[in-house]
């Protein structure tokens, strides 16, 4: 059976799709991609289902290959660094891996994630009704645990990309953390307006503290008006809980499902993506907005993911020695210093 093969992984990789909904009054987080927008756009690039099961990328990379058959690929996210076979690719792209060849994502640019997905279907178990990895509690994707050198992922049925490949154009990828928008509460009462506005004003550092459960952020201390606990209530991803040291703390993918600290405010869910693709030591300050202004940016992404995917062909400008050799471009060599 066709499949993907592990030949080297960096910590953090795991199996994500849409994610597990419907059962957090029980206490079972959601999980699925830290990048929603990113994982969509890989699947959607195919002719997936949008939120089909694929790999979640961190900066710790991968490389792998294609076994039993050709595989057809593509890869969104942050500005990877993306080689098929030592030759650059572009970081959004569609291609095919061959039995053999080497897929290698690395930390490049810019992003903390990107997501490879691949045509067909990835042949692992759903675990209510999902296969998204949630390592705390070894639910879902391969095992219930982060990918490991030497895992072999097989896919059935293997299916052939809607485009033969070529860069995907995706231009609301790009999207500098530098304003995460938020709307205001749903605790916002629990703080004075000063320090509302010291959190609006920030500036906020992503801590390298984080994780796929929660961003920390470093600032001003933010004080409460009364006490730091809450009777314990559902939270959301982007919820931003502030506990007693004044420290905002936002809840991202593998969040717990009930929190006890009042949350200041809530990350828009156009704007998740954005602030999960920051790495540790960026810069970022909050803006408020509109219920209005949230739901419209929300229709701008649902609207690009409706419409086709563009892919433009590939064009290489570059070939690496390894390539060159590898096609047998060379026949001989001569010295040109010997008479005759």
Known sequence: MTALRILSCGPGITVQDGGRHGYLRYGVTVAGPMDALAHAVANRALGNREDAAALEVSLGGIELTAEEGPLTIAVAGGAFQTTLDDQPLPAAVVATLEPGAKLRLRAGAAGMWCYLAVAGDLDLPAVLGSRATHARTGMG??????????DRIAVSPPGRGAADGGAIVAPLLDRPADIVRVLPGPQQDYFAEDQVAAFLAG???????????????????????????????????????????????????????????????????????????????????????????????????????????????????????EFLLGRNLVGGWIDARRPG
């Not at 994707?141 to 030497?150: A, E, K, N, S």
């Not at 730091?228 to 499902?257: H, K, T, W, Y």
């Not at 219920?291 to 995917?309: K, N």
Request: with cysteine; aromatic share 6%; charged share 20%.
């Open 141 to 150: 994707g391969l095992d219930g645990r982060m990918l490991q050198v030497g």
């Open 203 to 321: 500036p906020w550092r992503i801590s390298p503290r984080g994780d796929r459960m929660a961003c920390f952020l470093e600032g001003p201390v933010l004080r409460h008006a009364g006490g730091f606990n809450i009777p314990s209530d559902g939270v959301a991803m982007g919820a931003i809980q502030v506990p007693g040291e004044g420290q905002p703390i936002v809840l991202m993918a593998d969040r717990q499902s009930t929190g006890g600290y009042p949350k200041i405010a809530t990350v828009i869910g156009a704007d998740l993506g954005r602030l999960a693709q920051a790495r540790p030591g960026t810069e970022i300050a909050f803006r408020a907005v509109s219920h209005g202004e949230a739901v419209r940016a929300l229709a701008e992404q649902r609207a690009f993911l409706d419409a086709p995917i563009a892919i433009e062909p590939l064009r290489r400008d570059r070939f690496s020695s």
